[in-house]
């Protein structure tokens, strides 16, 4: 069997030369969290979950006419992905003051926003991915004014389908973070949804068995779900068998 060509290895995953032109092999590895602080250690079957489990949400958004990356599952740690030129920002969707926003704006943990909170951070680990605003990615060439208004419209289309999903199973979503690409199909370019959608890119909280919500619809204790990984594939029906864990890895900040 020939070696096959590495193209990129991140902290999470390993992108292959895939077996047709334009397309690509997503290994997901055990790893921890790509930029989690501190580093997070391996979980294993981590990679495996996840393959799964951005396998069900591309695939539900395939379905409803949200165009992703993905193309098809290989087998248990591996997908069939179409190449695309990444955007250079995280997309994150907020829905719950959490984490970040919480400590910068000074709004408790757990308040409902009043509307999808989008918001760009440019990738760049050395930076520590900075927030930045839309004067900076049309000042620097990073997307055009029209890419941010198809980015928010796909970001809120698959806000709304996760969301959907996750409260079907009783689970909150806090917030998440997207990857888009552009893709050409002759003479026409469009934007997808890059990268993958799993728990190591969502803010979730159990609403099953906590308090209920106050008044001003703030849930009072709000908590991530104790194995988010195992838990969440459970409740979708996508858990293989043989996969259990031993550790209890934490969200996204």
């Not at 539900?60 to 992703?68: A, F, R, W, Y």
Request: glycine share 10%; proline share 6%; aromatic share 8%.
């Amino acid at each position: 069997m020939a070696r096959r060509k590495k193209v990129y290895e991140g902290k999470a995953k390993i992108l292959y030369e895939g077996p047709e032109p334009g397309t690509l092999i997503q290994y997901y590895k055990d790893d921890g969290r790509a930029g989690a602080t501190p580093p997070q250690a391996a979980v294993e079957g981590k990679g495996v979950l996840n393959n799964r489990l951005s396998e069900f949400f591309m695939s539900g958004l395939n379905s409803i006419g949200v165009p992703t990356h993905f193309i098809r599952r290989l087998n248990m740690r591996e997908q069939l992905v179409r190449m695309a030129e990444i955007v250079p920002l995280e997309v994150v969707v907020r829905n719950f003051a959490a984490g970040e926003l919480s400590t910068r704006l000074g709004i408790p943990e757990g308040t409902a926003l009043p509307r999808p909170i989008v918001e760009y951070y440019f990738k760049d680990e050395k930076l520590g991915d900075p927030m930045v605003a839309e004067e900076h990615i049309i000042a620097f060439g990073w997307a055009s004014q029209q890419d941010l208004d198809d980015i928010v419209a796909l970001a809120l289309r698959v806000n709304d389908f996760l969301s959907g999903v996750m409260m079907g199973i009783g689970i909150r979503l806090a917030d998440f973070r997207l990857e888009v690409g552009r893709i050409w199909e002759g003479d026409f370019m469009r934007l997808i949804v890059a990268d993958e959608i799993s728990p190591d890119s969502c803010r979730l909280w159990d609403t099953r068995g906590t308090e209920a919500p106050d008044r001003e619809g703030v849930t009072r204790e709000p908590g991530p779900l104790a194995d988010v990984y195992t838990e969440l594939a459970r409740r979708l029906g996508v858990l293989p068998s043989n996969v259990t864990h031993t550790t209890k890895p934490t969200l996204i900040n």
